[in-house]
């Protein structure tokens, strides 16, 4: 079985400042990686993902994540964040085994402040 | 392209009563995926329909159950509800499984 620990409830920071989210996984098996994040009143958009190859992995809206297997960690870090950024975000890892069972995190709620 | 589409958007309920919650899947998918998001229990997965066959289901009683149709819209059915199913579920679609899956804005179920 698979668990996910998002380090960070709540992360605060200020516009166009650098922003680190931590995620590491716990697995016995190869797995899958995804960032996911929900807007207020929404359902979850995928931010990027870690399948195979290299484990510098970039995404949508200026975001990237690295795989690290030595550290189970996949964090997500964006350069200069925007107020529009300020949402909650999810790690989520599955097997390769063809279960298609997504394991979340709790999430990380970042908030961009002026 | 139309998105992965829910109804209804909120549902309210009574304990002991029975929910019915549909998702239409973008044109094309053939498989869905329902997720439970719970205040203090985060997101978890529930089932996984594909070609009108339940292929994978979270940990959840029997009494969430669901069925995918032949045009592979899909519904899913809460009995004998209690109070700590107010939950947002959310359905997604995807056509090559986990990797390219497209959620829907969820229906929010409230149980007084």
């Known amino acids: 079985a698979q668990s996910v620990t998002q380090l960070d409830s709540q992360v605060p920071v200020f516009e166009e400042a650098p922003v680190e989210l931590r995620c590491n996984y716990s697995s016995s098996v190869s797995v899958y990686l995804f960032w996911y994040v929900q807007y207020p009143n929404q359902g979850l958009q995928l931010l990027l993902k870690?399948?195979?190859?290299?484990?510098l992995v970039k995404g949508i809206n200026g975001f990237e994540a690295e795989f690290n297997k030595s550290q189970t960690s996949f964090h997500l870090r964006k350069p200069s964040v925007h107020i529009s950024d300020t949402a909650e975000y999810f790690c989520a890892v599955s097997d390769r085994s063809g279960a298609q069972k997504l394991v979340f995190g709790q999430g990380t709620r970042l908030t961009i402040n002026p | 392209e139309a998105g992965v589409t829910q109804s209804p958007t909120h549902l309210i309920k009574t304990r002991g009563q029975q929910a019915t919650l549909r998702c239409s899947p973008i044109s094309g998918h053939t498989s869905v995926y329902w997720y439970q998001q719970a205040l203090g229990l985060g997101l978890q997965f529930l089932l996984w329909?594909?070609?009108?066959?339940?292929?994978n289901r979270g940990n959840f009683p029997p009494r969430f159950s669901g069925r995918q149709f032949p045009n592979y819209s899909s519904e899913l059915n809460v009995n004998a509800l209690e109070l700590e199913d107010s939950a947002l579920y959310l359905c997604?679609?995807?056509?090559?499984?986990?990797?390219?899956?497209?959620f829907g804005d969820g229906t929010r179920l409230s149980i007084l």
């Open positions: 870690y399948l195979s190859g290299s484990t």
């Open positions: 997604a679609s995807s056509l090559a499984g986990l990797a390219n899956q497209h």
């Open positions: 329909y594909d070609e009108g066959e339940e292929r």
